[in-house]
């Protein structure tokens, strides 16, 4: 398997938490999340470096938390205080082969999952 596979989306109202799951075939790579919202640009939300660095998104920045085990070749993405916002359908990538960890270019990607917050 090369392509991650997300799970946990799911719909919650405002101030929820949910978290999103993503497997991958190698934990030597940097691995990140990216969200789309309808008729807005794909933005990159959180990554983690390959040498275990994490950066976020200036919007998500004190309310998500990337991480990852190794062991199982599984990232995470905690969202906590989801607000209306946060609406998109999310996408972990893994294998980043250009650009900056957080919103660079990936060579391979997930299908995504829908994250829906309401008020």
């Known amino acids: 398997q090369v392509q991650p596979v997300e799970s946990g989306g799911g719909s919650v109202q405002a101030g929820g938490s949910l978290r999103l799951s993503c497997g991958y075939i190698?934990?030597?790579?940097?691995v990140g999340w990216f969200r789309q919202a309808p008729g807005k640009e794909r933005e990159g939300v959180a990554c983690s470096s390959r040498f275990g660095d994490t950066y976020y998104a200036d919007s998500v920045k004190g309310r998500f938390s990337i991480s990852r085990d190794n062991a199982k070749n599984t990232m995470y993405l905690q969202m906590n205080s989801l607000k209306p916002e946060d609406t998109a359908m999310y996408s972990c990538a893994a294998h980043l082969v250009g650009g900056e960890c957080l919103g660079g270019a990936y060579k391979y990607w997930g299908q995504g999952t829908q994250v829906t917050v309401s008020v």
């Open positions: 190698s934990s030597s790579v940097s």
